[in-house]
């Protein structure tokens, strides 16, 4: 049994407002109250990287983050990106360099290209590699991902 | 009944954990642990990730740094001060986990949970760390040698809370790294690690030395021994062997999923001697990139054969 706690967050721009037990973690709140599905529970033990979110503006392993603590911040998820009519510059880059197989890992990778694009728009090959680190993949080997990431780099 | 607080003043966040409540920063340890089965959420939570009052660097006159508790492993791998002057700190920071951990991971957090093997931690110890902890009734700074006392046990009382690292001005002529065995590069622990903190005299002898082991023992220790092996002599490949023979004397590791107790007390002395050599090349004036364990060189031959 635990306590229900009124919480207002920011999800891709819209706002919402839920009440949930405090021990729920964002991902669960993410999928099951607000439907967003798009972030994936894989490991659900901050290994894999599936269930990343960004959270004012900073990638978070949302599996293993309150959602409580979101209680005024800004979301955002692969919904964020964009849709299947309006897809963002990663989304087609990894569609068109086959990074996406099974597809499970995809929405975690977009959040975490997004966030190291944003930090740094002209990334190395080891750059990305680092800024992708924390998002395990185990259909792609890789290569494509990383491929899709750079074509996508503004060049330098 | 678990119940969670928001705390908005340090002094909010004292008063709760007095009537009780644990804190919780980015929440990565308590979360794990608890789906993990470790120990469930704490029946009383006090969020404390939006004090913005303990999440600066600030660097006094003398060159002295305080590192707030809630400061982010991402910027501490990332501070100009930090990676030019406590370099083994920026090693160990920029180790942890992966970009996501290293944005929601906080010092406070990493120092507090206690682990052997936590990456900060021998960075810490011979950088001469002091923890700062505060509650209702008081406040102390204690070296963090002396905070952790077993694996995931702190000498702080239920109602201290970590506000603050201290590290003292680094010796004229010194250099510091971090360097761990690792089976990848991200989302990993450390199966062994050391940090040294390396002060050259003129002629290019090691005038002093400390060094500290990560996951061999239950707590984060000093090697001394290690220290006396090569103070005085140059970091060349004789006084260095006898630091990682010495360092693998000090370890008193377990056995587990990452590695046996022999491998780790073999694997010990190598990361101590990598670290005392970065460390020194640190000192020359070199640049070792942080992480020190990922730079060229490091670990590759010395004087020659491998």
């Given amino acids: ?156 | 009944m678990t119940t969670f607080t928001s705390a908005h003043t340090v002094e909010e966040a004292l008063r709760a954990m007095h009537d009780g409540a644990r804190p919780i920063a980015g929440g990565s340890d308590l979360v794990v642990g608890a789906r993990q089965g470790k120990a469930p959420l704490p029946d009383l939570m006090v969020g404390i990730d939006r004090l913005r009052e303990l999440a600066d660097i600030a660097e006094g006159a003398d060159g002295s740094l305080r590192i707030g508790a809630l400061v982010r492993h991402a910027t501490i791998e990332a501070d100009p001060v930090v990676t030019a002057r406590f370099c083994a700190l920026a090693d160990g920071s920029a180790l942890v986990g992966s970009p996501s951990t290293r944005n929601v991971g906080t010092l406070g957090g990493n120092v507090m949970n206690g682990s052997p093997a936590m990456d900060t931690g021998a960075p810490l110890v011979v950088l001469g760390a002091e923890v700062e902890l505060r509650s209702t009734a008081d406040a102390r700074r204690i070296p963090v040698e002396a905070l952790w006392v077993g694996p995931g046990k702190t000498a702080a009382d239920a109602g201290e809370l970590c506000v603050a690292l201290h590290l003292p001005p680094p010796e004229a002529g010194s250099g510091s790294a971090y360097v761990r065995l690792e089976y990848r590069r991200a989302m990993e622990i450390a199966v062994v690690g050391a940090a040294a903190q390396v002060v050259l005299a003129g002629d290019g002898t090691v005038a002093s030395c400390r060094i500290a082991l990560a996951a061999v023992a239950p707590t984060i220790i000093r090697a001394e021994a290690a220290e006396r092996a090569i103070a005085g002599s140059l970091p060349a490949p004789q006084a260095l062997a006898a630091v990682a023979e010495a360092a693998g004397a000090a370890a008193r590791p377990i056995d587990d999923l990452r590695g046996s107790a022999d491998y780790r007390r073999h694997t010990v002395g190598v990361v101590a001697r990598r670290a005392v050599e970065a460390a020194a090349r640190r000192a020359r004036g070199e640049t070792v990139p942080v992480p020190a364990n990922r730079a060229r060189g490091i670990g590759l031959p010395y004087g020659g054969a491998a």
């Fill in chain 1, 1 to 156: 049994m635990n306590a229900a706690r009124a919480i207002a967050l920011t999800v891709n721009g819209v706002a919402y407002e839920v009440a949930i037990a405090v021990d729920r973690t964002l991902v669960s709140v993410l999928r099951r109250e607000l439907g967003l599905t798009g972030t994936k529970e894989g490991c659900d033990d901050c290994e894999c990287g599936a269930c990343m979110v960004l959270v004012d503006g900073r990638p978070v392993n949302s599996c293993s983050y309150l959602a409580v603590q979101a209680d005024g911040r800004e979301v955002m998820t692969v919904e964020g990106l964009g849709g299947e009519d309006d897809l963002a510059p990663l989304q087609r880059g990894i569609l068109e360099a086959g990074g996406v197989q099974c597809g499970f890992c995809t929405p975690g990778m977009l959040i975490s290209a997004t966030a190291l694009l944003a930090a740094n728009p002209h990334p190395s090959e080891e750059e990305i590699r680092i800024g992708l680190s924390g998002n395990l993949c185990r259909c792609t080997g890789y290569q494509k991902i990383i491929r899709a990431v750079q074509r996508v780099a503004e060049p330098e």
